[in-house]
């Protein structure tokens, strides 16, 4: 039998999906996003309240080679189907043309007329909605803050999830000096850190050159595996790092730093929201559609606040912010920073209602 024909006979059982706050809405569609985030899921979720018969290929199966596919546009035209999808895409394999047509990558890839669809791990608010295991929403946001926001990471035993965890970043690529890029990004979430610092810090421990080394960053970059976060209205100021996953900073690291994985997980919150997202001179996070200056402060104390009171000041009348939110681990209170009301709320609270 044909491969396209077998593919073609052999539909997908679908499991039990939870539907994700982003969907496929447009025929044509290039969906992106880190490994495990949930790309496949959202198809699927897309497959089974359709319809119409369709063609569904994975590049990535090796139960056949890509060239088997190439008849890809006469079989469809052949068998009159009007559905493709495409996983793991790579550029060079030829696009048919039909009416509905999905394609996905880890890699964001330019392709005209076609609407992208970002898919990045769960936020808190999704989390909740799978976690049906926690029945209250401070033990999901322990659960959350511990081993991350992987979709599939909730339907693993407690004791399995941290060497999940451990196995997503060493079966992330093939190529030991692409993990160990990868490691050392995230061992570095929430830290100013240069690609050049990065790569002369790396050299000291393998044999790597700068051109691979700033080819991997930026692939990396491009799947969303690593953020960049810049400085407001300064485009080569360092930027911060963060990681699509929080969770991966205690993999990586013995040094506990969890100030910086509380940052990385209050970033993936407003990355996720598809705004502009920027940092200020002592100030964690800026969005300056809103106007709104967010602090990271996972262990609220008085004297930590007064000690950037000034440099609140400063930030206020010079981009005339109009609201001032401290997150943290369990603080409720409220407090004014010169006119300004700035309020203090626990993250699992904050992400519900930003």
């Avoid at 989390?127 to 295991?133: N, Q």
């Avoid at 926690?134 to 959350?144: D, E, L, P």
Wanted: charged share 25%; with cysteine; glycine share 2%.
């Amino acid at each position: 039998m044909d491969i396209l024909e077998s593919l073609y006979e052999n539909k997908i059982t679908f499991p039990t999906l939870y539907e994700r706050k982003m969907s496929i809405t447009h025929k044509k569609t290039f969906v992106y996003g880190p490994k495990l985030s949930g790309k496949t899921s959202i198809i699927w979720n897309y497959l089974k309240n359709l319809e119409e018969d369709y063609l569904y290929i994975d590049l990535d199966d090796f139960r056949y080679e890509k060239e088997e596919l190439y008849n890809i546009e006469s079989f469809l035209e052949k068998k009159k189907i009007k559905v493709c999808v495409i996983e793991n895409y790579t550029l060079g394999f030829p696009i048919p043309k039909v009416e509905e047509l999905i394609l996905s990558s880890l890699h964001f890839i330019s392709l005209d007329n076609f609407t992208l669809l970002k898919v990045m791990p769960l936020d808190f608010e999704e989390y909740l909605l799978f976690d049906t295991k926690h029945q209250s929403t401070i033990n999901s946001f322990n659960s959350f803050l511990k081993y991350g926001n992987i979709p599939e990471i909730i339907d693993y035993k407690d004791y399995k999830k941290s060497g999940r965890n451990k196995e997503l970043i060493q079966l992330y690529d093939t190529n030991s000096n692409v993990i160990e890029i990868l490691k050392l990004c995230i061992k570095s979430s929430g830290e100013l850190k240069s690609p050049f610092w990065l790569f002369n810090i790396l050299k000291k421990k393998i044999k790597i050159s700068k051109d691979f080394f700033y080819k991997t960053i930026k692939s990396l970059e491009n799947n969303n595996t690593i953020i960049l976060c810049p400085k407001y209205n300064q485009s080569k100021a360092v930027k911060k790092v963060f990681s699509f996953n929080f969770a991966l900073i205690d993999i990586v690291s013995s040094k506990k730093n969890f100030a910086n994985l509380f940052a990385n997980m209050i970033f993936l919150e407003l990355f996720n929201q598809n705004r502009s997202i920027f940092y200020l001179d002592y100030i964690d996070f800026y969005t300056p559609h809103n106007n709104t200056i967010i602090i990271s402060l996972p262990f609220y104390n008085s004297n930590a606040i007064s000690k950037i009171f000034p440099k609140l000041l400063r930030h206020i009348d010079e981009y005339k912010i109009n609201r001032i939110t401290i997150v943290t681990i369990s603080n409720f209170d409220t407090i004014f920073i010169d006119t300004i009301e700035a309020q203090i709320v626990p993250f699992y609270e904050w992400a519900i209602g930003k």
